[in-house]
Structures are given as C-alpha cells and as structure tokens.
C-alpha cells in the first residue's frame, strides 16, 4: 500500500542544523529560537572543534593544546530560513548579556554578527534587536546540546564532571534566568 507522507522525513541532526560561525566576509543575521546558551570548552585540533572533557582526563589538555570556551544558540537565518547553530566565543557572548537582561531570554532576538575587520579570526560583533511577537511566529527551539553531543558522538546524558566517573564533559550555560529547567545552567566560572 503507498504511504502518503507530507512533511518530508527528517534528514538526521547533523545534516539539518549545521554549526555556523561568523563569516570573515559579510555579516549574517537571522532570528534565535534558543532560550539561552549552551557553552562548554572546546579545542581546536585536526582541523575541527573538538569538546574538552575536562582538565585532568582530556587527552588534549594534556598534549597542551589550550582550550576555549564556545557558546551554541539556535538561529534561523535570514534570508534563507535555514536553521543553524551559531556558535560564539566568550567575547561575543558576553555582548549578549544586557539583551537577556532586558528580555530574560536570547529567543526571539534578531542577531546580526559581523567581523568588522574581515579577517577570519577577527573580533566579532553582534548587535541585538527584538522580534515583533505579533508579526512573526518564532520556530520552536531545537534542542542544541543534543545536536552538539550527536555531531560529536558523545552521550547527551554525559553532562557535568563527576568525580571518579571517568571523562565527561561539563556543559556551561550562560544567560540562563533559571525559567528553562531543561537547561539549567551548570555554574559558571
Ligand atoms: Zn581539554
């Protein structure tokens, strides 16, 4: 029997929302769906990001590659629509704090992101504006740690360091208001 299918079947996480950082050439803009940050440290090795798992246990600590911390949001792009996650260092996020203290939230923020330098590694800039509710339905958020812990093949569940369980990541939200108990913040430092 032939199935009628409407939405079209979901093409796995990792093809659906890829990780976006901000483009050296051209800012990007779009609008976010996540509540709050998700961040965690991360190093730079074989040509890609790479989680740390934390100072004692992490295999490239120890070779002494140094570590940053990222943060990941949610955000559809405009133009285009395309649901990504950007990711961001402390820098630029720390330009998001007043914002989320004004509006207890980063979703619904339209975001521009540029490197007014146009080199690569440049500084980032974001500027923040808010979303008209009543002209516009915001997505649903997607679940950003998850796609994360996917994308590197690590265990969602694995999420604070636990003394004596072996290496584990720690996730760190920032901006977080403690309304959004699915993603309680870990403390930050
Ligand atoms: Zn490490």
Same mark, same amino acid.
């Given at each position: 029997?032939?199935?009628? @299918?409407?939405?079209?079947?979901?093409?796995?996480?990792?093809?659906?929302?890829?990780?976006?950082?901000?483009?050296?050439?051209?800012?990007?803009?779009?609008?976010?769906?996540?509540?709050?940050? @998700?961040?965690?440290y991360t190093h730079?090795a074989?040509?890609?990001?790479i989680p740390c798992t934390g100072k004692a246990e992490c295999d490239f600590c120890n070779a002494g590659f140094s570590r940053? %911390?990222?943060?990941?949001?949610?955000?559809?792009?405009?133009?285009?629509?395309?649901?990504?996650?950007?990711?961001?260092?402390?820098?630029?996020?720390?330009?998001?704090?007043?914002?989320?203290?004004?509006?207890?939230?980063?979703?619904?923020?339209?975001?521009?992101?540029?490197?007014?330098?146009?080199?690569?590694?440049?500084?980032?800039?974001?500027?923040?504006?808010?979303?008209?509710?009543?002209?516009?339905? @915001?997505?649903?958020?997607?679940?950003? %740690?998850?796609?994360?812990?996917?994308? %590197?093949? @690590?265990?969602?569940?694995?999420?604070?360091?636990?003394?004596?369980?072996g290496p584990?990541?720690?996730?760190?939200?920032?901006?977080?208001?403690?309304?959004?108990?699915?993603?309680?913040?870990?403390?930050?430092?």
């Amino acid at each position: 029997m032939i199935e009628r @299918i409407d939405s079209p079947p979901d093409e796995g996480s990792e093809n659906a929302y890829p990780i976006l950082r901000t483009p050296a050439a051209k800012p990007i803009a779009g609008v976010t769906t996540s509540p709050n940050l @998700i961040g965690l440290y991360t190093h730079y090795a074989n040509n890609r990001t790479i989680p740390c798992t934390g100072k004692a246990e992490c295999d490239f600590c120890n070779a002494g590659f140094s570590r940053r %911390w990222h943060g990941y949001l949610g955000l559809i792009l405009s133009p285009g629509l395309r649901h990504v996650i950007f990711e961001m260092t402390s820098t630029a996020a720390h330009q998001l704090k007043p914002y989320v203290q004004i509006y207890m939230t980063l979703r619904g923020c339209h975001l521009t992101a540029s490197r007014p330098n146009g080199k690569p590694n440049g500084r980032v800039v974001l500027q923040t504006k808010r979303v008209d509710e009543l002209q516009y339905r @915001i997505p649903d958020p997607i679940d950003v %740690w998850s796609i994360l812990c996917h994308i %590197w093949n @690590i265990p969602t569940t694995c999420t604070e360091l636990t003394p004596g369980a072996g290496p584990c990541l720690k996730k760190l939200d920032v901006h977080d208001n403690g309304r959004h108990g699915r993603h309680r913040a870990a403390p930050t430092r």
